[in-house]
């Protein structure tokens, strides 16, 4: 049995983004023994990581996928704008 952790391929349309005032990070990433399943991970100022459910079939459809929520929804998408409703105590 093989317990050797798998090296970790970063792309190299991963990096920091400024679009609109706000500033991410993408990194979208496989493992090496999976060269077909891309991750796409958004990491904000505030340090909160998004990261998709699905994998991309290539580093470039996920930074696509990228692009694509960012024309659609803009880069406030990736804030942390939720509005915290304290419990009764």
Do not use: H
């Not at 983004?17 to 090496?32: A, G, K, N, S």
């Not at 998004?50 to 803009?74: K, L, N, Q």
């Amino acid at each position: 049995m093989d317990d050797e952790e798998p090296n970790l391929v970063i792309s190299r349309l991963s990096g920091t983004i400024t679009r609109d005032d706000v500033t991410v990070d993408v990194q979208i990433y496989r493992l090496e023994r999976d060269p077909q399943e891309w991750s796409l991970e958004v990491i904000n100022d505030k340090r909160t990581s998004i990261v998709w459910e699905d994998t991309f079939p290539s580093d470039t459809s996920a930074y696509d996928e990228f692009i694509r929520t960012v024309e659609e929804e803009g880069m406030n998408c990736f804030l942390d704008t939720a509005k915290i409703i304290p419990f009764k105590r």
